[in-house]
């Protein structure tokens, strides 16, 4: 029974007990006489209250039942969803109280493998594993903790290995969750395989074992054979077959073929046979070396490495290795045995070398005794002169005390020595000494053919000696013939053969000695020769090797000691970033010969100017870096004032005094930078100020320069877009005849119409274009657009002008230039008359065999060549006289000044003889009054360009401005001949 109905009832109960006692107290309180009349009325209310009262409740009791039953069926329909979701998901799901599973899903069915539930349920999670998960513990273990941790933390999620029921494993991702149901809490488990996840973890995995592996191998690229040892792949780095490609190998060529089938010339079938074997047992090689020749004759030696792979089943499946280009380090080995082969030779006097030089005489005076003892004979070494080098061993007293003790007897040892000792490759030396009676043997030392000592044996005798001839040689010398012969007798006796079996082991021995000193001096020097490279390579790492300054990571280093001194004791810093002004012009005009010796020049200039504790670096081509521990603003200023007035004394290269100044950006520490990097781009940056402010100046940092430097940056990337999106147009300036004012064509200027901007000036950004390669771009733009346009002109029948186009001196070594220019002419149907080419005097100084044949090419084409801004470069006459040039411009900084200054008269009227001599016509710009005209008219000027005339103009005003001037041009015409004549 619910609390409703038991409140139902309740209500009922008390109705019914009011009712009761209302009944009562209306029977006492009635009066008898009326009380007959009303029996029938209250009966009537009593079951008319009782009835309406029990159909509230029927009413209520419905209404519950309902409600009941709507509550019902919904819970069904949502656990029909529910089941639904359950059944459906993809995910295995799986239901299990606190140790086996009761109910799962298809998914999980699928997953484990199974036909049927019956198969999954009923089981623990560990009868589903293995005996350990990949980690190393219990899969029941850790299965019963983590349901722990569920039960007690909330959800788990983690990744477990299962078995199927195959007993095949795969990797699952796990999320159980802990859920009420039927008064108690069970578990939710989601599986998610991720066996393919976990595949593709263990190829990465064994990419990069494959990759450590190659790298450990320190090799240059890679390759990979298979079991019939064909190539199958090579790494695709150009750096990495960079030593391939003269050799005339492509890679792509190698693949299916083995390395016996390339073009190696050096190998023997036996030395083939033998890497093949090697290959066949599947061992791993090191270091097998080969040489290559190019069917040009090409050769190259590479040295390649290998390892052998193993399938998972342990079968061979092929070979994985490097190699590198080794030609070179060949090439240093063979220098290097020249130098050895070289040792063999005699040695030269001069070099002073000597027998103490290459043996510890200590250890060769006991094995000088050790011989004599073995053998039984006496022994010595001497120089060559027959001077002894050690002492006597095991010498008789008839040699000691009579014959050695004597001038004479001594001279005639040395000199017996010195015969016996000479140098003989053949065996050693033996006849009796100058005593006649007894025998001696010798060997010479002989170092890479120098003859540097002897080593002597002998004073023995036989039984044959003759002692009366003795006594001869005692009186010859001065000795007491008694006492010789009693010495004499005491000498050991040995037989002729005995001694000749001695003299060869001392021959041997001899032998031994020379090649162990020759093996010595090899050693030594090649050690020196070793330590003297590797001092060169240290050298090299640090120091620029033209100027022999420190470079850049030198500078680094010292850099980063002395930024830490200065944050250590507060101290300033100064970096400078120094350009030579106009090196470039010395290279080109002199040559690079000349250039470097400048460079160096200016090095040791530099280094004269700093102190010992600064440091001057070269960073490449005619960029330095001066390094100034301990200059604040004011020393820095002197310094760079210093620098600048130094080099206004010229340098001498080769007979020519050099003009050459110098640009300098500083930037100081702390106040412009932290750290060096900082500091040197913030130099860099003052650099480029002071090369915009004119050059041969200073300028120090400062941070509205950065912004300047972004600014540039980011009209550099507008530029990019302005050439692709149409933003840029041509305006043109007309050129007029002088001596008839007949318009002959006309100059096409470049003009930027910024949606933003407005109008940005040229001289904005064609500084920025010159600076990077969208000159090259921009010049392409405006062959395009001016083309198209004189195109346009032609059709509607307006008069043909020749238009010039300026284009930059990197345009005319781009090899497409013609072929650009020829379509372009074709496309439009244009004569090559139509396009004139104007090109800066630091062209023809850029000129080189590419550039030259660019425009012959383009004059053979009918194309117009002119020099602009003539007389301000500097241009030789043997470029005009080389050059297919058509015509000069006069620099308009030349005819602003024609009225005033007599030299700009004089320049102008030179300029236009030059150009006539060489057949060239002259074209004066910037002409803005009648003054100049006239002047330029006088000195016989072609052509001119300038405000007097027109500005430059879009081409619908050009268009107007030459329908007005064809009105005009016969009272032009007029006034100009009455101005000529």
Known sequence: MTVKVRGILSVTLGILATLLILWETDRWMTPLMISAIYPTYRWVAVVGILIVFLAVLYLCLRQRTRAATVRATGLREREQLFRTLFEQSDDANLLLDHERFFDCNAAALRMLRATDKAQVLSRQPAELSPEFQPDGRCSMEKAQEIITAAFREGSQRFEWVHCRLDGSELWVEILVTVIPWQDRHILHAVWRDITQRKDAEEALRASEARFRDLSALASDWFWEQDEQFRFTYFSSSEAAMVGMEPAGINSNQLIGKARWEMPIVNLTPEQWATHRALLEAHQPFRDFEYLVRSDLGEERWFSVNGIPLFGDAGHFIGYRGTGRDITERRRMEEALTSRIVALTRPLNEEEGIQFEDLFNLEEIQKLQDLFAQATGVASIITRVDGSPITRPSSFCRLCIQLIRNTEKGLHNCYHSDAIIGRHNPDGPIIQPCLSGGLWDAGASITVGGKHIANWLIGQVRDQTQNENRMLEYAQGIGVDQQKFIEAFREVPTMSRTQFEKVAWALFALAKQLSTLAYQNIQQARFITERQQIEQRIEHLAYFDPLTNLPNRALL?????????????????????????????????????????????????????????????????????????????????????????????????????????????????????????????????????????????????????????????????????????????????????????????????????????????????????????????????????????????????????????????????????????????????????????????????????????????????????????????????????????????????????????????????????????????????????????????????????????????????????????????????HREYAVVSH
């Open 556 to 972: 680094a280093q010292r850099a980063d000691l002395a930024l830490a001194l200065a944050a250590r004791h507060h101290t300033k810093l100064a970096v400078f970033f120094l350009d030579l002004d106009r090196f470039k012009e010395v290279n080109d005009s002199l040559g690079h010969t000349e250039g470097d010796e400048l460079l160096v020049q200016v090095a040791q200039r530099l280094q004269e100017a700093i102190r010992e504790t600064d440091t001057v670096c070269r960073l490449g081509g005619d960029e330095f870096v001066l390094l100034l521990p301990e200059a604040n603003l004011d020393g820095a200023r002197q310094v760079a004032d210093k620098l600048l007035t130094l080099f206004r004394q010229p340098f001498i290269v080769a007979s020519h005094h050099l003009h050459t100044t110098l640009s300098v950006g500083i930037a100081l520490y702390p106040h412009d930078g932290a750290d060096f990097d900082e500091l040197l781009k913030n130099a860099d940056t003052a650099l480029y100020r002071a090369k915009q402010e004119g050059r041969n100046t200073r300028v120090f940092y400062a941070r509205e320069m950065n912004i300047a430097s972004v600014a540039r940056l980011v009209l550099e990337t507008e530029l990019h877009q302005a050439i692709q999106q149409g933003q840029l147009c041509v305006y043109y300036q007309p050129k007029l005849r002088l001596a008839d004012g007949v318009v002959v064509g006309a100059e096409a200027l470049v003009r930027w119409r910024h949606p933003e901007r407005g109008l940005i000036p040229p001289n904005q950004f064609i500084p920025v274009a010159e600076a990077s390669n969208l000159i090259v771009d921009l010049g392409d733009w405006m062959l395009d657009e001016v083309s198209r346009q004189l195109a346009t002109w032609r059709k509607v029948g307006l008069p043909h002008p020749s238009i010039a186009v300026n284009l930059a001196a990197r345009h005319f070594r781009e090899p497409g230039l013609v072929p650009h220019i020829e379509r372009l002419l074709a496309i439009y149907g244009l004569p090559p008359e139509a396009l004139e080419l104007e090109l800066t005097e630091s062209t023809l100084l850029e000129t080189g065999a590419g550039t030259m044949d660019t425009l012959r090419m383009l004059r053979q084409l009918g194309i117009g060549l002119a020099i602009d801004d003539f007389g301000t470069g500097y241009s030789s006459l043997g470029y005009l006289k080389r050059l297919p040039i058509t015509a000069l411009k006069i620099d308009q900084s030349f005819v602003r000044d024609l009225e005033h200054d007599s030299d700009d008269r004089t320049l102008a009227a030179t300029i236009v003889a030059l150009g006539h001599s060489l057949g060239l016509k002259v074209i004066a710009e910037g002409v803005e009054t009648e003054q100049q005209r006239r002047i330029l008219l006088e000195q016989g000027c072609d052509l001119a360009q300038g405000y007097l005339f027109s500005r430059p103009l879009p081409a619908e005003d050009f268009v107007a401005w030459l329908v007005r001037q064809s009105v005009t041009s016969t009272a032009t």
